[in-house]
């Protein structure tokens, strides 16, 4: 069965500091991954996504992250924080490839790390 | 294009009742699937439907269904709410393969008293 695993619940940060949000993940094929944030009472934005290829990946609003097969991990980073980017951010893992047929439309969720931002 | 909507935004019921929550995916897209969130829990998925047919299913009880109508727009039902029903649900859409990327919509709160 497919896990991630957010260690870190709540992480603070200066604006203008850097940041990385940590992501592990478990899956027995390729896996596809995802990173989401979430805004208070809204839905879920697509930052970015690894699906094969080169392992370093840019998305939007200057995030990227990098995959990292031998460590299991697809963390997250920025490398100048604003304060618009506290919100709650959940990395997610998908199945790649038909799996039998039954993971198609299934992500499964980290437990979320919550972003504050002090001016 | 237009987002992922769903209906109500916001609805409050009592145990034992039923609700209905529907979900209209981006335009071209034929897959929709249903997450819960929850505090203690997180996201968890619930199910995902492709073409009117359930496609895959999560690990919640026979309380929670769900169907797809032709235009790919899919509704949700929980019946005999219980309190630990009360979360947001969120609906995603994508087009259809694995691969693709799933756009979420901005969920319907739901609280049962």
Not at chain 1, 33 to 46: H, K, N, R
Not at chain 1, 54 to 63: E, P
Request: with cysteine.
């Amino acid at each position: 069965a497919q896990s991630v695993t957010q260690p870190d619940i709540h992480i603070t940060v200066s604006e203008g500091a850097s940041l990385e949000l940590r992501c592990n993940y478990s899956y027995g094929a390729t896996p596809y991954l995802f990173w989401y944030v979430q805004s208070p009472g809204q839905g879920l934005q697509l930052l970015l996504k690894y699906f094969s290829g080169d392992t370093l990946v840019q998305g939007i609003k200057g995030f990227e992250a990098e995959f990292k097969r031998s460590q299991s991990s697809f963390n997250l980073r920025k490398p100048s924080v604003h304060w618009s980017d506290a919100a709650e951010y959940f990395c997610a893992v998908g199945a790649q490839g038909n799996a039998g047929g039954t993971s198609y439309g299934k992500l499964t969720f980290g437990q979320g790390t919550i972003l504050t931002v002090h001016p | 294009k237009a987002g992922v909507t769903q209906t109500p935004r916001y609805l409050i019921k009592t145990r034992g009742q039923q609700v209905t929550l529907s979900c209209s995916p981006i335009s071209g897209h034929r897959s929709v699937s249903w997450y819960q969130q929850t505090p203690g829990q997180g996201l968890q998925f619930l199910f995902e439907y492709f073409s009117e047919t359930q496609r895959n299913k999560g690990n919640f009880p026979g309380r929670f269904s769900g169907r797809q109508f032709s235009n790919s727009r899919s509704e949700m039902n929980v019946s005999t709410l219980e309190l630990g029903d009360s979360a947001l649900y969120l609906c995603a859409s994508k087009m259809s393969g694995g691969t693709d990327t799933q756009y979420f919509g901005p969920g319907t709160r739901l609280t049962v008293l």
